[in-house]
């Protein structure tokens, strides 16, 4: 008999949807009408190339792409574009605006550096990060290569509601931790980059999104190892060697998915519901304390403290006895992490309020 | 019903084992015991941890890996190896020596070039790589930075038969088509690498067996991006960032299939018989011709040509449709290429014989 699922909510690599589950089970052993797993089949065969290329008109058509930006499925995840961003885009001479936000921004500026300069256009760093800046907070350089910011820390659980105007200054934007969780104007950035295993694939593969014009300027150095280059990923529309061939199979049945349940209009409908259910349970006592400022609360990672440390512990021990999976925090901000992406499933979280119910009620 | 199993003779991403494949399907959706697909688990719980663990482990035990050698599992392929055996190990102003057996060495030559100085100790370019070279047949520079060569050479179809003598120079060994076909001598390299969707694994990874030793005289670059240090990836066993676990998990299960059937000496047994038949029928009339020279016939990949273009083509268009996938060679060699890796089922080389008998009757 089948191990009952949990509710996961792990912050990443991160739950499912139950139907691509359930379909990549069906065909994994032999894809109907070719007679092989998708695990062993050459990224040169008709089969893959189609996955390939639904794969990148679902994307484009959840989150209306517009013609001319390029969509890029890499490796290395969001660790190696804190390193592909700069590398093609920041001259050794030149500066780059970063907005930091959290534990992701950090490790971007981290890269960065190495390649040309930094300047911090705002950080959150003196309050824990537990908040984000308004537009006007932004100290932003019109010389700058481009800014970089993140729109969602999955550690601290913060998120922006707006894309920063930068003008005429190349817009960044990792959105790993919510990519395709609410529309998505892609035309007001010139990078957009995610590791999938939070909201759209499984732990392996990054999507990038990339317009075409910046492409184009990019800086020119030679030395750059092809597999950095985004240009040759883009020429060679991904295949420049063998791409993850199930990664991308299972992000093309997400999309599938993601469609299905009406686009990001769709999912981004469920995720306020959600969301706005555990963040009232949260504010409802005092017992449990948000650690995010209400007016940038994140939508996926919604993190919440205890009276104590000892409570915290209980908390998960208790709640992973009853079968809600992965809702300890992460060490740099404590207490909870309950991670609610687009394929968390709501009676998840209703089960996590009435659970926060009862563990208040026995140890309020 | 399931559409029946075609015999997968492709170069890779390649076939697998089918208990490998019935095990993962079994357990997709729901690990027995967790509750949660493998897909969905976040790389720091006990279950994947347990896995990697497990994974590393028989990698020792199968190739008898020394204790004072990493295992690593890196994203990005051979591709990226290509770039980052030269970015952690030669200096700028210092040579590696580089020997060039066909397409792929070509490709890391390529890449090593835009790092430092590269030394060709041999290239067989000049008889499209129809063979490698003997040990006294490399010029090899003693004061290189290492010496650099691949195993098997999958497009071409020749492999060594012996690992290269580099006396106190470090030895680098690309083994993407043949890792683990055979015994492997592990402490005769400084490091060896494999792309993993031949012979161990799916596409999206590559497997990294590097001496603790040499690691130790990294280039001290400050510029090179973390994603990009193997001493970063070894401080944090493969974990600095998400490591592709759906990837290692399979990597997993291949392993114990290896030990279940007789580690590196059974599964080499079975290559040999395997690849001796093939070569024997091609050896057989006239009417194949195999690429490579006798004395380095590759045991993965067996290339052939028919007596014209056109045959070939009928060739494979016909064995397709008879369920023998995958056999038309990369076009830089032309002809047939049979890769039968080693989960490749002995009855598929029986049944591929029996095929190029009757094709040599109807059109011989």
Redesign the interface.
């Known amino acids: 008999m089948?191990?009952?699922?949990?509710f996961?909510f792990?912050?990443?690599?991160?739950?499912?949807p139950?139907p691509v589950?359930?379909e990549?089970?069906r065909d994994?052993?032999?894809?109907?009408?070719?007679?092989?797993?998708i695990?062993?089949?050459?990224?040169r065969?008709k089969f893959f190339e189609g996955v390939l290329a639904k794969t990148e008109a679902d994307i484009r058509k959840l989150a209306s792409v517009p013609d001319d930006y390029k969509v890029l499925f890499l490796?290395?995840?969001?660790?190696?574009q804190?390193?592909m961003v700069p590398?093609n885009f920041l001259p050794r001479d030149g500066s780059a605006d970063y907005v930091v936000t959290g534990a992701w921004s950090q490790k971007a500026v981290?890269?960065a550096k190495?390649?040309g300069g930094v300047k911090i256009a705002w950080t959150g760093e003196a309050a824990n990060f537990n908040t984000v800046p308004a537009q006007g907070d932004l100290k932003l350089d019109p010389n700058a290569a481009y800014a970089a910011f993140t729109s969602n820390e999955t550690i601290h659980g913060v998120e922006f509601k707006y894309v920063p105007e930068t003008g005429s200054v190349p817009l960044v934007c990792d959105t790993s931790s919510d990519m395709f969780s609410r529309p998505l104007d892609v035309k007001k950035h010139a990078l957009i980059y995610a590791?999938a295993?939070k909201n759209i694939g499984?732990?392996?593969?990054a999507l990038v999104i990339v317009k075409d014009g910046w492409l184009k300027t990019r800086v020119d150095d030679?030395?750059?190892?092809?597999?950095?280059n985004y240009a040759i990923h883009a020429d060679n529309t991904s295949m420049?060697?063998?791409?993850?061939?199930?990664?991308i199979y299972?992000m093309g049945l997400v999309m599938k998915w993601l469609l299905s349940i009406g686009g990001l209009e769709g999912i981004h409908a469920i995720n306020q519901r959600k969301a706005a259910k555990l963040y009232a349970e949260i504010d409802r006592s005092g017992f449990y304390k948000g650690h995010s400022a209400k007016e940038c609360r994140s939508l996926m990672n919604v993190t919440f403290r205890l009276p104590s440390e000892e409570l915290e512990a209980l908390f998960a021990k208790d709640a992973k006895a009853v079968?809600l999976?992965?809702l300890k925090g992460h060490r740099s901000v404590g207490g909870m992490r309950a991670s609610i992406y687009n394929a968390f499933p709501e009676d998840g979280v209703d089960a996590l309020i009435e659970f926060m119910q009862e563990f208040e009620r026995a140890n309020g």
Request: charged share 10%.
């Open positions: 089948m191990t009952p699922r949990v996961n792990a912050a990443g690599p991160a739950v499912l139950l589950l359930e990549a089970q994994l052993v032999s894809m109907p009408g070719v007679g092989m797993s695990l062993e089949m050459s990224h065969g490796q290395g995840g969001a660790s190696l804190f390193s590398l981290k890269e190495k390649v590791g295993q499984p732990a392996g593969i030679p030395r750059l190892p092809t597999m950095l420049y060697n063998t791409p993850p061939v199930f990664a299972i079968g999976d992965g």
